[in-house]
């Protein structure tokens, strides 16, 4: 297993539609985050998972974000409507889940809405 | 409402001397901290971590520092190389979510 993986890299999509990315965990790791990174700015958290279980989701940013890991394998984030706000990295991570691991990164999912 | 700050958005460092990157956090219920290393185009690195029990924790060219009662910690990596040029982001956890500063940008010149 070589790390996080996250598909696709890029999207361009029209204001407007929906999209979905997808974000493959390290295996053996029982947590999974979603995070967005705008320019200039550090990762801010969305939400997170503990095997298929969506723990915390308070702090997706409106109800047009909405994320899955049916299995507790893969995890899929949908962004429904997108406004060109939404445009930004969405970065995915992983972990075991013991008290003060370290997250894992895949190398993001870069969206831009025109 | 930023919790984890780094002031400094940028620092250049001649390749050999020691480059110290500086960060400030306001929630003294934070109790573990993570650097990470970003490139351009990749998702972020994980670099080193210390506990709030620790005051130093090193590996190899970094050393982490926490100074608990001034809310600082500081990312120290000897000699410096231009490899190290990256973005590096100081990140405290806060049970589950990883709270990120803005970022320095380092810069090791030959």
């Known amino acids: 297993d070589t790390g996080v993986s996250q598909d696709p890299r890029h999207k361009i999509t029209k204001r407007g539609q929906n999209v979905t990315f997808r974000c493959d965990p390290i295996s053996e790791h029982n947590r999974l985050y979603w995070y967005r990174q705008t320019l200039g700015q550090g990762p801010e958290f969305l939400t997170y998972f503990q095997n298929e279980a969506q723990l915390e989701k308070s702090r997706l940013l409106s109800d047009r974000f909405s994320a899955e890991r049916p299995k507790g394998s893969f995890s899929t984030l949908e962004i429904q409507r997108t406004e060109q706000g939404d445009s930004a990295m969405y970065l995915c991570a992983s972990s075991f889940g013991t008290a003060n691991d370290e997250q894992y990164f895949g190398p993001g999912t870069r969206l831009t809405v025109t | 409402d930023q919790q984890v700050k780094q002031n400094s958005p940028s620092l250049s460092v001649q390749e050999g001397r020691i480059s110290i990157l500086n960060c400030d956090y306001t929630?003294?219920?934070?109790?573990?901290f993570l650097w990470y290393k970003k490139y351009p185009a990749e998702g972020p690195t994980f670099l080193i971590s210390i506990s709030s029990i620790k005051d130093k924790n090193e590996d190899g060219r970094f050393t982490v520092f926490l100074n608990k009662s001034a809310k600082h910690l500081s990312l120290h990596i000897v000699p410096s190389q231009p490899g190290d040029s990256a973005v590096y982001f100081c990140a405290a956890n806060s049970g589950y979510a990883l709270n990120f500063g803005k970022g320095t940008s380092l810069l090791v010149t030959p």
């Open positions: 929630n003294s219920m934070f109790d573990y």
